[in-house]
């Protein structure tokens, strides 16, 4: 047998261009997307290794059950999960409840308080029916922090904090700038990128998905792993995406969200108010586009053979047909024209039977046109309500009386309401 030429070096693998040719493919989906994958080289052999030898590669993202709502930019790291288990990989959801239960770091410049066992149960179960929403059920595997944590001790602590250093938890973005700007760190704080990284050796994580500001956390799993003689797991980092104000991170708190249970039309709408600027990036993180189609839109948009109304209307169909279905997408697109070009009432605007004495505010809350007293306030001040073809409305107290029978309300930028007078 000839013995292979120094000069070109045969590899197992590169005697298999089969096996070098899906390597290449799953990479070039996984990579598409990701701002950090780190070590990179790590996670080719990783891969490489996991379709030569049909075996799934363990990809983790964990979640904080400290609220309910679940808005697109939670689900990037669960879209680039749903591509791994597309390919065969499977997903593995941390739920966070042994660290919600003793209070963990919000980012902010303080703790978030310790939640009940009740309310985290309540909480993992609300976000995890919106995640699936993204996932694949059948490749997904829900581990809760407890079914380690419960049975840890001290010197099981110990350990692990020996592991590590005051300096380098010090160096986490959170408590530095807590310390540096005269805020309280509590001891306890400090092991939550700990307990992070343990969860990673106890699942066997191959990669573990995150956004950018949670790449100090994730390596923290790397550094287990070592020392507990694993192989250790490839940070996988995703971008925090912009909200739709176009400036700041899509967040609750801003109120620049599109939520997971907005409905069609609501979602619709939301996406068409974005800037021209913020469409791209939509399309690359909430579309499931591979590399090849982003680039024909950005080229399209580029050469202006499309107009950014017309990307922006296909974008808004493509994510409500996610997750509604793509006869929701059409409908919700046929009804925006409706309403935004032809300046009609949707056909599915509900009506509202008026009784004497009806006043404005008790009626936008008993149509649940808002959520609350307190939003319809903040509409009405804002000039947000009005008869269509008429006048704004701004008194809450407002009597609408036999005069505003068959009108219609314009409430916010995509609500509508009937009004019959009895």
């Known amino acids: ?73 939670h689900t990037v790291p669960y879209r680039k999960m749903r591509q791994f288990q597309d390919l065969g990989h499977t997903g593995v959801v941390i739920i966070g409840d042994y660290t919600a239960s003793i209070g963990d770091p919000s980012g902010k410049n303080e703790s978030r308080p310790p939640l009940t ?69 509590s001891l306890h704080e400090l092991f939550y990128p700990v307990l992070q990284g343990i969860d990673s050796v106890y699942i066997k994580a191959d990669v573990e998905l995150g956004g950018t500001d949670q790449r100090f956390n994730v390596l923290m799993g790397r550094d287990y792993q070592k020392e507990a003689g694993l192989r250790p797991q490839v940070a996988m980092l995703l971008p925090i995406i912009t909200g739709t104000c176009g400036t700041q991170k899509m967040s609750k ?97 509900p009506e509202f039977v008026l009784s004497a004495g009806a006043k404005l505010l008790d009626v936008l809350v008993a149509a649940e046109m808002v959520e609350s007293r307190a939003e319809g306030r903040r509409l009405l001040k804002q000039n947000a309500v009005s008869v269509m073809g008429g ?5 809450e107290t407002q009597v609408l009386g036999p005069e505003f029978n068959q009108q219609v309300l314009k409430i916010g930028k995509r609500k509508f309401l009937k009004l019959v007078y009895s």
């Not at 298999?16 to 080719?44: C, M, N, S, W, Y």
């Not at 059948?138 to 001790?153: K, L, M, P």
């Not at 592991?163 to 973005?173: I, N, R, Y």
Request: hydrophobic share 35%; with cysteine; glycine share 4%.
């Open 117 to 185: 066992r009740e309310a985290i149960d309540y909480n993992a179960s609300q976000y995890m029916d919106q995640v699936y929403t993204v996932l694949n059920r059948d490749r997904t595997e829900i581990c809760y922090q407890t079914a380690w944590f419960s049975q840890v001790g001290l010197k099981d602590v110990i350990r692990w904090a020996s592991q590590t250093t005051v300096a380098k938890l010090l160096s986490h973005d959170t408590f530095k700038n807590r310390l540096e700007e005269g805020h309280s760190l």
């Open 1 to 73: 047998m000839n013995k292979p030429s120094a000069s070109h070096p045969q590899t197992p693998e590169a005697l298999d261009p089969k096996l070098e040719q899906e390597v290449q493919r799953q990479l070039e989906i996984l990579r598409f997307g990701t701002a950090e994958i780190t070590p990179e080289e790590d996670f080719v052999k990783m891969l490489r290794h996991s379709i030569k030898t049909n075996t799934p590669l363990r990809v983790k993202c964990g979640i904080d059950p400290t609220s309910t709502e679940v808005h697109l930019g």
């Open 391 to 395: 006048d704004k409305l701004t008194d």
């Open 253 to 349: 708190s801003l109120g620049n969200i599109i939520s997971v249970r907005d409905e069609p039309f609501e979602k619709f709408g939301k996406i068409m108010s974005i800037p021209d600027r913020l469409m791209l990036e939509y399309y690359k993180y909430l579309t499931g586009f591979s590399a090849a189609e982003y680039e024909e839109i950005a080229a399209s948009l580029a050469k202006e053979t499309l107009h950014p109304n017309e990307a922006k209307k296909n974008l808004a169909s493509l994510v409500v047909s996610f997750f509604h279905g793509t006869e929701a997408g059409q409908e919700s697109r046929a009804k925006f024209e409706q309403i935004f070009k032809k300046g009609d009432v949707p056909d599915d605007a």
